[in-house]
């Protein structure tokens, strides 16, 4: 979306928002060009939410928290590392970095296909 739209990380977040999360009549001309440049993506978003649009959100929660606890942390602890999660961030201890990122890269590319960018702080 940042490249797409020319805007800062920040603003794509909210567009993303936008996007994903408000009503299929709601912000149509800030939606204009991801629907044409993301056609058939846009027509899964806005098919998931033509009953109930906080269904889209709902259903991309349970993926969020089947990658993260289901998977990811489920791995750690297997290897006794000990996560603590934030939302779609991970708490782990300095030496455990490596062996987190590795777990986390794996898991990502099983099931999305890629491997998104992972901040570090």
């Not at 739209?5 to 994903?20: P, Q, T, V």
């Not at 978003?45 to 906080?54: D, E, H, P, R």
């Amino acid at each position: 979306l940042q490249e797409l739209y020319g805007i800062a990380r920040k603003e794509s977040k909210d567009l993303w928002m936008k996007i994903a999360y408000s009503k299929n009549k709601s912000y149509k001309e800030d939606k204009k060009v991801f629907k044409e440049v993301y056609p058939n993506i846009y027509k899964i978003i806005s098919s998931q939410k033509t009953k109930n649009y906080a269904e889209f959100a709902i259903k991309l929660q349970q993926i969020e928290s089947d990658i993260f606890i289901d998977k990811i942390c489920r791995k750690l602890v297997e290897k006794e590392v000990t996560p603590f999660t934030i939302h779609d961030a991970l708490i782990v201890r300095k030496e455990d970095k490596k062996i987190t990122l590795e777990i986390m890269e794996s898991v990502f590319r099983d099931v999305l296909g890629v491997v998104p960018v992972i901040s570090e702080e």
